[in-house]
């Protein structure tokens, strides 16, 4: 292929359309365990979370909740995968044989937001949520003054620990949050 503008944009164009068939194929789990949240700052703050009121009967005055009583917050972190393509491939045809490597792209991106989901899952033990205690803890804090403690783990029995989530809720156990969404960005200038 003679490497020029309009062939160099036709394998754009290609590779682009392998990653997206793909990312659009690839089935992913984690949104039945996390709830996703955009963001639009370097970091976002979640410090409403275990501020669930439940319904009353009103009776006299309105009973505001402060949903504020934590200080949790989610930094962003970036994430890339880079593949490089001989422009010898390129001028012998054989750029056909990155097109499953594209394809890969596009599973692994869409997959991406599983291994960030059940890794922190699997961590539960030791990373913090937003009372400050392990995801999985004996003590964590409940009720109005926060002065009752709550367990969500069960310390007996030997073996593999397997989890039990209540994800039929709006907010899921997890936070996926997400700064912008996956895609392809190709550098194929003649200058790059």
């Known amino acids: 292929m003679i490497i020029n503008q309009q062939n160099l944009n036709g394998l754009k ?38 501020q669930f009121p439940q319904l009353r009967e009103w ?3 309105r009973v505001l909740r402060d949903v504020t009583q934590h200080n949790y917050t ?35 991106a869409k997959r991406h937001p599983d291994q960030l989901v059940f890794s922190l899952l699997a961590r539960g033990r030791t990373e913090k949520c937003y009372d400050g ?22 310390s ?3 073996g593999s620990y397997w989890y039990l989530l209540d994800a039929m809720h709006a907010i899921k156990p997890l936070i996926l949050q997400e700064r912008r969404p996956h895609e392809l960005t190709t550098l194929m200038e003649l200058q790059d």
């Not at 994430?79 to 890969?104: G, N």
């Open 133 to 154: 205690k392990p995801f999985f803890a004996t003590d964590h804090p409940v009720g109005r003054n926060k002065k009752n403690a709550t367990s969500n783990v069960d």
């Open 13 to 50: 164009t290609a590779f682009t359309t392998a990653f997206n068939a793909s990312f659009r194929d690839a089935s992913s789990d984690y949104d039945k365990v996390a709830t996703s949240m955009t963001s639009t700052t370097q970091t976002q703050s979640y410090n409403w979370l275990g």
């Open 156 to 158: 007996g029995g030997s």
């Open 59 to 61: 009776v006299g005055d």
């Open 74 to 108: 989610i930094s962003n972190k970036k994430y890339e995968a880079t593949v490089a393509v001989s422009r010898d491939d390129i001028e012998d045809d054989q750029y056909a044989v990155y097109m499953p490597l594209m394809q890969e792209l596009g599973f692994s």
